[in-house]
Structures are given as structure tokens and as C-alpha cells.
């Protein structure tokens, strides 16, 4: 039965909190009222996890034209050139932008202090708290928002589907964990923050909550999807035999830990001519290759050769949560295994951050406009964040003189919060299926007959999905959506590119220098072709 929703209205409606959707709502606060939505707290994101930092040529003796090289050449020749140009160019202009507001960076004797990491050329790597970048920026953000009574928050309400008519998005409806109410939140132009996909993975350095969904929503909605086959495993997490997982910053191996095989010896070396800081998808797959060859379960990374003062000081985080599993890094190698990290495909945006349905943007992880190609240099991700979102808040004012309809009929039956322990139990068995399905068979080298195995295998289960109500049937099916983006994806490109590899296909190919873009009732993807 169709219910009158009564609605939330709001110029800009952001649903995500990480740093995209912070940045998005503190831009959007300058020019009107900002709905900021996010299924957990402000504080959950992956963004509030980044260790790495933030990269950004602000030393003299370095240039956006060589963190541009570096980027490009992270990329393996898919990254869009010109959204490459404005990550490093605008970039520059955010970052400062956060340093005249008050955020606080590292400094050292000489001026801010620049980690260097893989894939670099040159020390531009921006820390806050050590390796506790994303949560001393996330928090300043949040900060920052508070001040504002143009941005209202609603935590721990989760979207469940986006309103569209005739090719135009009007925003969103939701549910609240708490007080199980749903509503719509209409708005002229929608910002999708959602973060990424990685947690779909068994071992993933993720949040529990990074399932994707918000590709799932905009690909139900007829926006396009491209480059779902490119997961960046970091190929440095804490291993342990009970599957839990800890991101080691790239940043310890740009102060110089060393990755060592089962006998104790460096591999890296002959792999790659930066050896440790090679790009993250030659690390990744040389641990992988490492671990199957030797069948152990992991390799280890090693700082017991630098000074344990700085270990101690800079690296706070890591040392205390390795002292937590009784290991002292400063005497003992760290165990680790590649894990799934960032999401490089999503929303297909140009480089104002719209897509391909009017009045719905994307932003931060959630977001593909080709700026990391087929995979991302270390650090450039909250970059990303801070230079996109404020494109797409500065082309969405302009949808601020438009008029939509005040309210929706919906069935909201459809979208209520209804759980119960049993379904609860099923939903969590099909969801837990899936991810050692993805960690097994659309890993970091795939097969194949595994990517088949794969496809099938999730079909299978989205048949137990309609045995489950409302509430969590769509959230199996958005997962169930994503993952079955990813492997049609990575069965359709032949070749091995950046962070997507074929066992059949070990070399780049110039017949796949394009993009996989897929649209939902379209029955094959669209290639886009990189000139």
C-alpha cells in the first residue's frame, strides 16, 4: 500500500560521511541547507581509517607535473589524463585551503613533514597524527561542520533507494536503525559519498559497512557503471589465523621496512627496480606469488633495522595494535597478506563529479571519472576526495533555482525496518558466502573457470535472497549487484593491467586500452576507448 511520505528537503542531499561527503556538505553549507546522511556515525569511514596520508606537490623542489607522471604511470595507460590534471593541479588549492582553516599536518625542522611511498618519485606525502591522517582529517571536517546550522545530520540511517523520474534524481529514501522510521529526503541535486566496495572481500582492510551500495542504488537507477574489475589489494595487512586484519601503512616501507619470504630473505629486489616501493599492484601480486609458491600463509615485513624511537613515535598506531597481538615490531617481523583496500571502478562521473542521471553526483570511492586508470598511487585517494567533491558541489548550485515536487507517493512498506533473528541469521550467512566466494575465486590473480565458478555460485545465492524480507533483501541484492559487476567485468578484459590480472592473459594489451561500462537492461558493457 502506498503511504504519503512527509519528506525531508534540503538543497543538497550528501549520503555518505567519509571525507568526500564531509567536504561535500561543508562546500554545499556555503550555498544553502545541507541533508548529511551516513548508516553508521561520522566517525565510521574508510576515510577516518586512512593511514597513508595525503599526497600533494607543495615542496619547491617538486611539481604537479611529476606527482601527474607518477599518477599516470600508477595508471598502466587507463587513467583519463584530464581528471589527472586537475587531481594534481587543484589539489595543490585544497590541501592549502584545509591548512588556512586550521588543520594541523606534521611538520618537522624544515617545514611540513613528506613521507614518501610507492609509486612516487618525490617526498609529498602529508601526515596528521603519524599514521592517523584520514581520522585527523575526518575529525576536523566534522569539526568544521558542527558550526554550521546549514548542515543537519542524521547518523546511523542507511539509503535504500534513490528517487528518480524521467532521467532526474530527487534524492533519496531511508531508514533509521533507531528510531525505525522511514522517510524521504528530497533535495535538488544528490551527492553519493558512499565509500567504497572492499569489504565484499573476506580479507579486506575495510569497515564492515563498505559493501558498495551506493553503486548498486545509482546502477538501479539506470546510472552508468565502468572499471568494476580493478581492486587494489594493499598488499601489506596484518595476518592472522583468525582472519583479522590490520592495514601496515605504505608509509612504513617509504622510512624503509623490508618485505622478507618464509626463509628470511628480500624478494622484492628482483621484482621490481624500486623494490618495496614499487607500485601497490606489483607488491600485492609479488606477496601473492610469494605465499602460493612457498604455501605458507603469509610473508613478513620487517623495521627491525630502524630506529625504534621513531618506529614507536610515527607509527603509534601500528606498534600498539601489533603489541596488542604480542608482538614487539621493534624485535619481531610483522606477518602479513595482501588484503582488499580500494575500490578503483564505480559511478562513471565526468570531471565535475555528474553523472549520467540529472541532479545525482558522485564522489571519493564510490565515484570512476578514470583519475586512477586501472590502479591508484598510494595517497592519492584523499586527494581525490577533497579536489571532486567540491567540483561536483560547484556545478550542483547551479541546479539550486530549480523546482521539484514537494512529495512522492511511495511504498514505504517496501523500504521498513523489519528484522527479526532468523532472517538476521540468513542474511548474515548469505552475505558471509559471498565474501569467501570473492576472496577465493575474483582475487588478486583470477582464473577463468574461478570468475565462472563465481558468477554462478552468487546467482545461486540470490535465489536464497527471496526468502528474506524487505529490509535485508535489499541489501543482499545490492551486494549480490556489485559483485556480479565485478566479475562480469573481469572475465570481459583479457589481458592483466594495474590491479586486475588474468593467469591467461599475463601481459597488457593494446586491444584493451578502454573502459568497461555497464547500464542496467543493457545486455553487453560499452567500451570507452582512452585516446
Known amino acids: 500500500m502506498k503511504q504519503h511520505c512527509t519528506a525531508v528537503h534540503s538543497d543538497f542531499l550528501v549520503i555518505g560521511s567519509g571525507l568526500a561527503g564531509l567536504y561535500s556538505a561543508y562546500c554545499g553549507s556555503k550555498f544553502g541547507t545541507v541533508s548529511l546522511i551516513t548508516k553508521s556515525t561520522l566517525q565510521q569511514s574508510n576515510s577516518y581509517w586512512a593511514q597513508g596520508g595525503i599526497a600533494a606537490a607543495i615542496d619547491p623542489g617538486d611539481s604537479h607535473l611529476f606527482h601527474s607522471e607518477d599518477t599516470l604511470n600508477a595508471g ?26 586550521g588543520m594541523k599536518f606534521d611538520v618537522g625542522d624544515e617545514g611540513f613533514h613528506l613521507g614518501m611511498e610507492g609509486g612516487h618519485s618525490k617526498r609529498r606525502v602529508l601526515q596528521a597524527g603519524g599514521t592517523s591522517t584520514g581520522k585527523e582529517i575526518v575529525s576536523f571536517l566534522i569539526n568544521e561542520i558542527k558550526k554550521s546550522d546549514q548542515v543537519t545530520v542524521y547518523e546511523n540511517t542507511q539509503i535504500l533507494r534513490i528517487i528518480s523520474q524521467s532521467n532526474r534524481c530527487y534524492g533519496g529514501v531511508a531508514v533509521n536503525y ?12 544528490t551527492i553519493m559519498a558512499t565509500g567504497g566496495a572492499s569489504a565484499l572481500y573476506k580479507r579486506s582492510t575495510n569497515p564492515p ?6 553503486i548498486a542504488l545509482a546502477y538501479n537507477e539506470g ?12 598488499p601489506t595487512s ?21 618485505l622478507l619470504n618464509d626463509e628470511g630473505k628480500r624478494f622484492m629486489k628482483s621484482v621490481h627496480k624500486n623494490a618495496e616501493l614499487a607500485p601497490r599492484d606489483i607488491v600485492a601480486s609479488s606477496i601473492y606469488r610469494e605465499i602460493r609458491d612457498s604455501k605458507k600463509p603469509c610473508v613478513y615485513l620487517s623495521v627491525k633495522h630502524l630506529d625504534s624511537s621513531l618506529i614507536k613515535e610515527k607509527f ?19 606477518p602479513v597478506a595482501p588484503a582488499a583496500h580500494y575500490f578503483i571502478g564505480g559511478i562513471k562521473t565526468g570531471l565535475m563529479g555528474q553523472t549520467n542521471i540529472e541532479g545525482l553526483y558522485a564522489c571519493g570511492e564510490v565515484a570512476c571519472n578514470g583519475v586512477h586508470g586501472a590502479n591508484r598511487l598510494a595517497s592519492n585517494s584523499l586527494l581525490e576526495c577533497l579536489v571532486f567533491s567540491k567540483r561536483a558541489i560547484d556545478h550542483s548550485k547551479n541546479l539550486l533555482n530549480s523546482q521539484i515536487k ?5 511504498d514505504l512498506d517496501k523500504y521498513r525496518y523489519q528484522t527479526n533473528k532468523d532472517e538476521e541469521k540468513l542474511y548474515l550467512e548469505i552475505k558471509n558466502n559471498i565474501s569467501q566466494i570473492m576472496n577465493d575465486f575474483v582475487g588478486i590473480i583470477r582464473k577463468e573457470e574461478e570468475l565462472n565458478k563465481a558468477f554462478e555460485q552468487i546467482q545461486k545465492l540470490e535465489e536464497s535472497s527471496n526468502k528474506l524480507n524487505n529490509f535485508y533483501s535489499i541489501q543482499i541484492n545490492n551486494i549480490i549487484t556489485v559483485c556480479l559487476l565485478i566479475t562480469k567485468s573481469a572475465l570481459r578484459r583479457e589481458e592483466s593491467r594495474g590491479a586486475h590480472i588474468r593467469e591467461k592473459f599475463p601481459q597488457e594489451s593494446d586491444d584493451w586500452q578502454k573502459h568497461i561500462v555497464w547500464q542496467k537492461d543493457s545486455p553487453a558493457p560499452v567500451f570507452e576507448i582512452i585516446n
Open 406 to 410: 514537494k512529495s512522492f507517493d511511495l
Open 223 to 234: 546510472a552508468r557503471i565502468m572499471d568494476m574489475e580493478f581492486i587494489q589489494f594493499h
Open 238 to 258: 596484518f595476518y592472522s589465523k583468525s582472519a583479522k586484519s590490520f592495514l601496515l601503512s605504505e608509509a612504513l616501507r617509504g622510512e624503509g621496512a623490508v
Open 76 to 101: 598502466r595507460g587507463l587513467c583519463n589524463k584530464n581528471a589527472v590534471d586537475i587531481l594534481v593541479r587543484e589539489g595543490i588549492q585544497r590541501v592549502l585551503n584545509l591548512i588556512e582553516l
Open 178 to 189: 533507531f528510531g525505525k522510521n522511514t522517510c524521504s529526503f528530497l533535495a535538488k541535486a
Open 209 to 214: 559497512g563498505a559493501t558498495g551500495e551506493g
Open 316 to 334: 603509534q598506531n601500528i606498534y600498539e595494535f601489533c603489541l596488542n597481538e604480542n608482538l614487539d615490531i621493534t624485535k619481531q617481523d610483522i
